[in-house]
């Protein structure tokens, strides 16, 4: 990751000449290539460094739906064996450090049934056993814009049906036969999009040019468009601190990352959002996930919990966990960054609001972080009817750019850590908006670095 102690090496920049016409000059072809030339460089120079780059709108991607044919009493078999025997290879995993009798048993349990669905699968092992093998590996992207890191601009102006087989190298379309059939972990692929130029109208020169070889053809024009790219091989996150005075090194814009449709249809779970970045000068770093649910309500005890109170006969937690999109300098998560306040309820003293003391856990003096722990050091008894209230100033919260954290709650909507889902049972969470059910992701921020992230839950 670049430093801002570190000099970047400066991205190329056009050299600006301009035609002087005068009376009397003589046009070449070269002089009209350089006056194109001269307002395109200087139009993506401006595009990339004052609007940035990444998606402007749609350019989706949704799976292509398998034909609606009946199907065969083998293709249920085959479909069913192999979603049983990833099932039970993913439980087999789960229970690998797991030390207890009664996990061995179970595992003992798990592998017999794993060999026997293995023996089962032998007769599928090939990739076009299923009846949707061709039609499962297409995927539809949605119109769109976006702008790559050159400042070029792509524009795909009506949906499009992209086979991805059809775009991967061989070496990665041998990498995807070995995985079908198997009960591991399914190969993902990350579609991009790349601007291309295409040249067209073909046409006969009237004169030729007597310091070129005689040419029958030459296409009169240049048309700006697009192609799709598709690998095994991802592509990095984009890292650097400035889109403008730092080269980028893909220039191609990330879609999607979908997970390969082994021996079923492609799903919209299949393909994952996450990856795609919106149009901005900087990617500003946001708050991806926290480790309760906004909104909700939580017994006193379980509450205790989530914020690590000290309890008596109770093991003790971390208390409260965030991260981070991007690597953050732990020497900016000062005492009074984050803050847990306690806003008091019922028919005494309703509104009194008291600071909760707390302090961070496992928290390095120096470096990159990419996430933290803070946890409740005052032991307070939380009431029914209490709101817990969390703020984390991103002003003061800086990541690797020196640039501020990005961290307006929008719609309350960042989700929860899946590894706390089942750890700590929340009641009545607030209702979402249509909007929420996005494929992308939701995050802290709205582009602009900087604000106080805000979020609370209730004592039953």
């Known amino acids: 990751m670049t430093k801002i102690s570190e000099k970047p090496a400066c991205v190329p920049m056009p050299d600006f000449e301009r035609l002087q016409f005068y009376y009397g000059r003589s046009l070449t072809v070269a002089d009209l290539q350089s006056e194109q030339q001269y307002f395109l ?58 030390k207890s009798a009664a996990a061995e048993a179970e595992r003992k349990k798990l592998a017999a049934r794993q060999e026997a669905l293995r023996r089962d699968a032998e007769k599928w092992r090939e990739c076009g056993a299923h009846p949707h093998a061709a039609e499962s590996a297409k ?28 775009l991967l190298s061989r070496e990665d379309c041998r990498e995807i036969d070995k995985a079908c059939g198997g009960d591991g972990e399914r190969p993902v692929v990350e579609l991009s999009i790349c601007y291309c130029e295409q040249q067209t109208y073909p046409s006969r020169p009237i004169v030729q040019d007597n310091c070129d070889l005689p040419q ?37 814009v990330v879609l999607a990352r979908i997970t390969w449709p082994v021996d079923e249809p492609l799903g919209a779970d299949d393909i994952d959002w996450s990856v795609r970045r919106d149009l901005g000068v900087y990617q500003t770093t946001v708050i991806e996930g926290i480790s309760w649910a906004h909104g909700a309500t939580y017994d ?84 029914s009817g209490d709101r817990v209230l969390i703020l984390i100033r991103g002003n003061f ?22 590894a706390y889902v089942d ?29 106080t992230f805000e979020s609370w839950f209730f004592i039953e």
């Open 41 to 98: 460089e200087k139009m993506r120079l401006h595009t990339r460094c004052f609007a940035g780059t990444g998606i402007v709108c749609g350019l989706g991607v949704a799976p292509v739906p398998p034909k609606d044919d009946c199907q065969s009493e083998d293709d249920h078999k085959r479909s069913e064996t192999f979603r049983e025997l990833r099932r039970v290879s993913a439980q087999l995993a789960k229970l690998a450090e797991d």
């Open 139 to 166: 995927v539809v992207v949605d119109c769109g814009w976006a702008i790559d890191c050159e400042g070029r601009e792509i524009i795909v102006r009506g949906p499009q049906v992209v086979d991805l087989r059809q």
């Open 216 to 252: 029958k053809c030459k296409f009169g024009r240049v048309k700006e468009g697009y192609r799709f790219r598709a690998s095994l091989a991802f592509q990095g996150p984009d890292e650097r601190c400035s889109n403008c005075c730092e080269p980028c090194h893909c220039e191609c």
């Open 300 to 383: 006193s005890a379980v509450a205790k919990s989530v914020i690590g109170t000290d309890q008596r006969n109770v093991t003790r937690t971390h208390g409260i966990e965030v991260h981070f999109s991007k690597p953050v300098y732990a020497e900016t998560l000062q005492p009074g960054v984050v803050t847990l306040y306690r806003e008091q309820a019922g028919k005494g003293l309703a509104g009194v609001i008291s600071v909760i003391e707390g302090s961070f856990v496992d928290k390095p003096e120096t470096g990159l972080v990419t996430s933290f722990k803070y946890r409740d050091d005052s032991g307070e008894t939380l009431n």
């Open 397 to 418: 919260i800086l990541d690797a750019c020196c640039q501020p954290l990005d961290g307006e709650h929008v719609g309350g909507l960042v989700p929860q850590i899946a």
């Open 423 to 451: 750890k700590c049972e929340a009641r009545n969470t607030p209702p979402k908006p249509p909007c929420a059910a996005r494929p992308k992701p939701w995050t802290s921020g709205n582009g602009r670095p900087g604000a």
